[in-house]
C-alpha cells in the first residue's frame, strides 16, 4: 500500500518498499502477465518485474505532456518504459507524442469502451427547460469549470430557464462556488458532488459540455456521446479531436476560448433538431469505434501477444 511521504529521503523509502513488496508478491503469486495503469505505478512495476519471468504490460490515462509528474519520474519514464512489453495508450494523438520522446517502447492503441446505450432522447422541436451537464472525476485545474462557468454566465442570463450541473469533487469547488455567488448563478447552477447513477444525469441532460484544458481520452465524453447527448468540447490535447468530428457528431471549440463556448451552447439551444441529429450521429460513431466488445478484444489480443 502507497504511503504519503514528508520528504524527498522518505518517499524515496517508501518507493523501495513498495517495489520490494510487489517482487514478493510476484514470486508468490507467479501471474502470467501483469498489467498496470498510470506513469508511477508503471515505473514501479517495471522495477519490481526485473530479473522476473513475467510479461509486464503498462498503459497511460492522461495527457503525458501536460500531467505533472516532476522531472525525477519524467526521467524513469524515458529510461525504464522500453523494457516493458507493451505501453497501451488510448488515441494515436497520445502514440505519436510518445514515438517521439520514448521511440524505444513498443506501442499499441486501444480506446476506452463506450457503455451500453442508454435510452435515446426524445425529438425536441424546441426546449422548455435546458439541462446542461458536465462532468469530472476531480473540481480541478485540468477539467477548467472555472472557463465553463465564465462562459455558462452569459447564457444563464439570456436563458432562465437552463440549468448547469457540474458533477464531480475537488479543490477548486470553493473557487467555483466563490464564482457562482458573484455572479448571482445560484438558481442557475448545481454542484451536486460526485453521483453514483451519472447514467440518468446523461439521460436527463440536453447538452454535455467537456471544458477540460487537457485530457488522456475523456471517459466522460464517450460516455455522454453513448447517452446521445449533444456534445460540446474544447479541442484540448488529447482525446476530444479523435472522437467529434466537428458539426456533425458534436462540437469542437479552441482550447481556453471562453466566448467560443459560449457561441457553441447558444447554438444547440437556438437549433434543438440539429442538436438532436449531433446526439444521433455520437450514438452511432462510438457504437462504431468504442463497443465494449471491440475493446476488450483488442485486449485480450494484446495479453495474448505478450504472453
Same mark, same amino acid.
Given at each position: 500500500?502507497?504511503?504519503?511521504?514528508?520528504?524527498?529521503?522518505?518517499?524515496?523509502? !517508501?518507493?523501495?518498499?513498495?517495489?520490494?513488496?510487489?517482487?514478493?508478491?510476484?514470486?508468490?503469486?507467479?501471474?502470467?502477465?501483469?498489467?498496470? #495503469?498510470?506513469?508511477?505505478?508503471?515505473?514501479?512495476?517495471?522495477?519490481?518485474?526485473?530479473?522476473?519471468?513475467?510479461?509486464?504490460?503498462?498503459?497511460?490515462?492522461?495527457?503525458?505532456?501536460?500531467?505533472?509528474?516532476?522531472?525525477?519520474?519524467?526521467?524513469?519514464?524515458?529510461?525504464?518504459?522500453?523494457?516493458?512489453?507493451?505501453?497501451?495508450?488510448?488515441?494515436?494523438?497520445?502514440?505519436?507524442?510518445?514515438?517521439?520522446?520514448?521511440?524505444?517502447?513498443?506501442?499499441?492503441?486501444?480506446?476506452?469502451?463506450?457503455?451500453? +446505450?442508454?435510452?435515446?432522447?426524445?425529438?425536441?422541436?424546441?426546449?422548455? #427547460?435546458?439541462?446542461?451537464?458536465?462532468?469530472?472525476?476531480?473540481?480541478?485545474?485540468?477539467?477548467?469549470?472555472?472557463?465553463?462557468?465564465?462562459?455558462?454566465?452569459?447564457?444563464?442570463?439570456?436563458?432562465?430557464?437552463?440549468?448547469?450541473?457540474?458533477?464531480?469533487?475537488?479543490?477548486?469547488?470553493?473557487?467555483?462556488?466563490?464564482?457562482?455567488?458573484?455572479?448571482?448563478?445560484?438558481?442557475?447552477?448545481?454542484?451536486?458532488?460526485? +453521483?453514483?447513477?451519472?447514467?440518468?444525469?446523461?439521460?436527463?441532460?440536453? +447538452?454535455?459540455?467537456?471544458?477540460?484544458?487537457?485530457?488522456?481520452?475523456?471517459?466522460?465524453?464517450?460516455?455522454?456521446?453513448?447517452?446521445?447527448?449533444?456534445?460540446?468540447? #474544447?479541442?484540448?490535447?488529447?482525446?476530444?479531436?479523435?472522437? +467529434?468530428?466537428?458539426?456533425? !457528431?458534436?462540437?469542437?471549440?479552441?482550447?481556453? !476560448?471562453?466566448?467560443?463556448?459560449?457561441?457553441?451552447?447558444?447554438?444547440?439551444?437556438?437549433?434543438?433538431?440539429?442538436?438532436?441529429?449531433?446526439?444521433?450521429?455520437?450514438?452511432?460513431?462510438?457504437?462504431?469505434? #468504442?463497443?465494449?466488445?471491440?475493446?476488450?478484444?483488442?485486449?485480450?489480443?494484446?495479453?495474448?501477444?505478450?504472453?
Amino acid at each position: 500500500m502507497a504511503k504519503s511521504s514528508k520528504n524527498v529521503l522518505e518517499a524515496v523509502l !517508501n518507493n523501495i518498499y513498495l517495489v520490494k513488496k510487489l517482487r514478493q508478491v510476484i514470486s508468490q503469486e507467479e501471474p502470467e502477465v501483469m498489467i498496470s #495503469f498510470m506513469d508511477r505505478t508503471n515505473i514501479l512495476c517495471i522495477l519490481a518485474s526485473i530479473f522476473k519471468d513475467v510479461p509486464l504490460l503498462i498503459s497511460e490515462r492522461n495527457s503525458p505532456e501536460r500531467k505533472g509528474i516532476g522531472s525525477y519520474w519524467r526521467l524513469l519514464r524515458k529510461i525504464l518504459y522500453p523494457f516493458s512489453d507493451c505501453l497501451i495508450v488510448q488515441n494515436a494523438s497520445i502514440a505519436e507524442w510518445f514515438k517521439r520522446k520514448i521511440c524505444k517502447a513498443r506501442l499499441k492503441v486501444i480506446p476506452n469502451p463506450a457503455p451500453a +446505450i442508454i435510452e435515446p432522447h426524445c425529438d425536441r422541436q424546441s426546449y422548455s #427547460f435546458i439541462k446542461i451537464l458536465a462532468v469530472g472525476s476531480n473540481l480541478s485545474y485540468q477539467k477548467g469549470f472555472d472557463l465553463l462557468l465564465a462562459a455558462y454566465d452569459p447564457i444563464a442570463k439570456k436563458y432562465p430557464h437552463c440549468k448547469l450541473v457540474i458533477a464531480g469533487e475537488g479543490e477548486n469547488r470553493l473557487q467555483l462556488e466563490e464564482f457562482i455567488k458573484d455572479n448571482s448563478l445560484e438558481k442557475n447552477v448545481d454542484l451536486p458532488g460526485r +453521483i453514483q447513477d451519472i447514467y440518468s444525469e446523461l439521460k436527463s441532460a440536453d +447538452i454535455f459540455v467537456l471544458s477540460s484544458r487537457y485530457e488522456g481520452s475523456p471517459n466522460a465524453l464517450i460516455e455522454a456521446m453513448a447517452a446521445g447527448c449533444a456534445c460540446v468540447a #474544447f479541442d484540448c490535447q488529447y482525446g476530444p479531436r479523435d472522437l +467529434i468530428q466537428h458539426s456533425k !457528431n458534436g462540437l469542437l471549440v479552441s482550447v481556453g !476560448n471562453v466566448a467560443g463556448l459560449t457561441e457553441a451552447i447558444d447554438y444547440l439551444i437556438l437549433h434543438p433538431q440539429i442538436a438532436q441529429a449531433m446526439g444521433k450521429a455520437a450514438v452511432h460513431s462510438v457504437q462504431t469505434r #468504442f463497443h465494449v466488445s471491440q475493446v476488450a478484444e483488442q485486449w485480450l489480443e494484446t495479453i495474448e501477444d505478450i504472453v
